[in-house]
């Protein structure tokens, strides 16, 4: 660990500790989030398995910013989200959190750098940079179709740019939903080692919830969410 300016390296990408959520009223109520603590250093890529309605979703979405557990703590890059305003924490969320979906999530009208730009625009705020969108889909190996739009790309092409979309704003935290879900095992594979190169170079904190067993190697650590709870794997 290196010390001095470069704070994002001393700091944890995101630190869960004993969050509990609760989902839903009366008999219908489910424990989704039980005492889960997790903490994910920079350039680390932890992946999260198990069975569905396990709470893995929930843990994206509290690590997101997206929902506030009942109790316990979450600090993305140092930072308190529970003690944040909406607007902040959609401002923050816009510039530190980096999401990837399942299938990219595009915006079908807008071509692969029109993705990234619309993340700088919307984001611009005085001192705030951003990565090149041009130079960051060269580094996704796909500088060469900058201008296609979603219903030309492929499957693997289009969770490409959604990586390089995901990274265009230099977050703190990458949360990553089952990206191969929609790939051949070979593009699953090519998905899974592209994200934990940009996890590496970029020093950017990872969690990635996935189904697919075949990938786990590429990532350096596994747990395990059942009824609410996650273990070490």
């Given at each position: 660990m290196t010390t001095g300016?470069?704070?994002?390296?001393d700091t944890?990408?995101?630190e869960?500790v004993?969050?509990?959520?609760?989902?839903?009223?009366?008999?219908?109520?489910?424990?989704?989030?039980?005492?889960?603590?997790?903490?994910v250093?920079?350039g680390?890529?932890?992946?999260?398995v198990?069975?569905?309605?396990?709470?893995?979703?929930?843990?994206?979405?509290?690590?997101?910013?997206?929902?506030?557990?009942?109790?316990?703590?979450v600090?993305?890059?140092?930072r308190?989200?529970?003690?944040?305003?909406k607007?902040e924490a959609?401002?923050?969320?816009?510039?530190?959190i980096?999401?990837v979906?399942?299938?990219?999530?595009?915006?079908?009208?807008?071509?692969?750098?029109d993705?990234?730009?619309?993340?700088s625009?919307?984001?611009?705020?005085?001192g705030?940079?951003?990565?090149?969108?041009?130079?960051?889909?060269?580094?996704?190996?796909?500088?060469?179709?900058a201008?296609?739009?979603?219903?030309?790309?492929?499957?693997?092409?289009?969770?490409?740019?959604?990586i390089?979309r995901?990274?265009?704003?230099?977050?703190?935290?990458l949360?990553?939903?089952e990206p191969?879900?929609?790939?051949?095992?070979?593009?699953?594979h090519?998905?899974?080692?592209?994200l934990?190169r940009?996890?590496?170079?970029?020093r950017?904190?990872?969690?990635?919830?996935?189904?697919?067993?075949?990938?786990?190697?590429?990532?350096?650590?596994?747990?395990e969410?059942?009824?609410?709870?996650?273990t070490?794997?």
């Amino acid at each position: 660990m290196t010390t001095g300016s470069d704070t994002r390296v001393d700091t944890a990408a995101l630190e869960i500790v004993d969050a509990d959520l609760l989902l839903g009223d009366g008999e219908q109520t489910v424990t989704a989030l039980d005492g889960v603590s997790l903490t994910v250093r920079p350039g680390e890529m932890v992946a999260v398995v198990g069975p569905s309605g396990s709470g893995k979703s929930s843990l994206l979405a509290v690590a997101g910013a997206l929902t506030a557990p009942d109790s316990g703590t979450v600090r993305v890059g140092g930072r308190d989200l529970l003690t944040m305003k909406k607007a902040e924490a959609a401002k923050f969320r816009l510039e530190q959190i980096g999401f990837v979906f399942q299938s990219g999530n595009l915006i079908p009208s807008l071509t692969a750098a029109d993705q990234l730009r619309l993340v700088s625009h919307l984001g611009s705020t005085k001192g705030r940079t951003f990565r090149d969108p041009l130079a960051l889909l060269e580094q996704v190996g796909l500088g060469h179709k900058a201008d296609r739009r979603p219903d030309q790309l492929s499957g693997g092409e289009r969770q490409r740019v959604g990586i390089a979309r995901a990274l265009v704003s230099t977050p703190s935290l990458l949360l990553v939903d089952e990206p191969t879900a929609a790939l051949d095992r070979a593009r699953s594979h090519e998905i899974v080692q592209l994200l934990a190169r940009e996890t590496r170079e970029s020093r950017v904190g990872t969690v990635m919830v996935t189904h697919d067993y075949d990938v786990l190697d590429y990532c350096d650590r596994v747990v395990e969410m059942t009824d609410g709870r996650l273990t070490p794997r």
